[in-house]
Antibody
Framework: QVQLVQSGAEVKKPGSSVKVSCKTAGGTFNTYTITWVRQAPGQGLEWMGRIIPMFGTTNYAQKFQDRVSITADESTSTVYMQLSSLRSEDTAVYYC??????????????WGQGTLVTVSS | SYVLTQPPSVSVAPGQTARITCGRDNLGTNSVHWYQQRPGQAPVLVVYDDSDRPSGIPERLSGSSSGNTATLTISRVEAGDEADYYCQVWDISSDHPVFGGGTKLTVL
């Protein structure tokens, strides 16, 4: 059974950084794409970026290009998402998800439980 | 880039059928996937590749796609179906998912 377990809630000051972890269990870690999606309070889903652990390749949404970094540690099957220069608008629940891809079909098959990041002075 | 259009809300009485649409130009060239997000929970995949269901998803939830519109149909609606529903396609050129704005299903 595939599980994605994320780190706990964080409270951060404006201008600081946050690093959220996503530990995967089940399946072969480095062959799947892990993507990050966030959801501000009362809002929809917003894609942030993704990593393919096997290759270490990343792709970021233009909106976050300058502030986000996604990394992977194969030894612990964990993916990290770091967001810097935090502002109040970054208050959101951050989700990691494993992407299923086959024959041109791509969807988010498994999701982590979400991590609430609150940015407040 | 892609824009997927969903109605903000749909309301239906218990036992009736709810239909949630997802529209986009040239949608027919993309596989559409649907997620259910109950309050305070993470999204869950309920339909993939337009009309397939992951194991454990009841047959009451079904998907279809025709022309520029995909539809998630929930038959015999129950109170537990009350949730936000999101459609999604993959932008191949930019290599990332695109989500619709979400539809809040209210069970009256």
């Amino acid at each position: 059974q595939v599980q994605l377990v994320q780190s706990g809630a964080e409270v951060k000051k404006p201008g600081s950084s946050v690093k959220v972890s996503c530990k995967t269990a089940g399946g072969t870690f480095n062959t799947y794409t892990i993507t990050w999606v966030r959801q501000a309070p009362g809002q929809g889903l917003e894609w942030m970026g993704r990593i393919i652990p096997m290759f270490g390749t990343t792709n970021y949404a233009q909106k976050f290009q300058d502030r986000v970094s996604i990394t992977a540690d194969e030894s612990t099957s964990t993916v990290y998402m770091q967001l810097s220069s935090l502002r109040s608008e970054d208050t959101a629940v951050y989700y990691c998800a494993r992407v299923f891809s086959s024959w041109g079909s791509f969807y988010l098959e498994y999701w982590g439980q979400g991590t609430l990041v609150t940015v407040s002075s | 880039s892609y824009v997927l259009t969903q109605p903000p809300s749909v309301s239906v009485a218990p036992g009736q059928t709810a239909r949630i649409t997802c529209g986009r130009d040239n949608l027919g060239t993309n596989s559409v996937h649907w997620y259910q997000q109950r309050p305070g929970q993470a999204p869950v995949l309920v339909v993939y590749d337009d009309s397939d269901r992951p194991s454990g998803i009841p047959e009451r939830l079904s998907g279809s796609s025709s022309g520029n519109t995909a539809t998630l149909t929930i038959s015999r609606v129950e109170a537990g179906d009350e949730a936000d529903y999101y459609c999604q396609v993959w932008d191949i050129s930019s290599d990332h998912p695109v989500f619709g704005g979400g539809t809040k299903l209210t069970v009256l």
